[in-house]
Nanobody, 126 residues
């Protein structure tokens, strides 16, 4: 009923930049808080950044000043601009929405909780 489709990512040298995007598709009425997470090999998934429906942002200390999260409420998309990339930023990046309000034939509308994108690889070479 709801899908999060990621794009962007790839291979970049240290100091370079990449932009990730995520689009929510389906019969969507509203998207609440967007988040970007990442998981490096052998490590747990960690929060990178979030942005609320009101545009309030939050960042992991490791990316503050280098990454910027944004959203387009009309297009149901979110982006993560990553600058001054470091080898330690290498990971699979996932977009997430804590809840999405969707049209429902029987109830009119319902919430879909904790949706995830498919993940996209970001590799930063030294």
């Amino acid at each position: 009923q709801v899908q999060l489709v990621e794009s962007g990512g790839g291979l970049v040298q240290a100091g370079g930049s990449l932009r990730l995007s995520c689009a929510a598709t389906g019969s969507i009425l509203n998207v609440n808080t967007w988040g970007w997470y990442r998981q490096a090999p052998g490590k747990q998934r960690e929060l990178v950044a979030t942005i609320t429906i009101d545009g309030i942002t939050n960042y992991a200390d490791s990316v503050k000043g280098r990454f910027a999260i944004s959203r387009n409420n009309n297009k149901r998309t979110a982006s993560l601009e990553m600058n001054s990339l470091k080898p330690e930023d290498t990971a699979v990046y996932y977009c997430n929405v804590d809840w999405i309000l969707v049209r429902d034939q029987s109830m009119g509308a319902k919430q879909i909780f904790d949706s995830w994108g498919q993940g996209t690889q970001v590799t930063v070479s030294p």
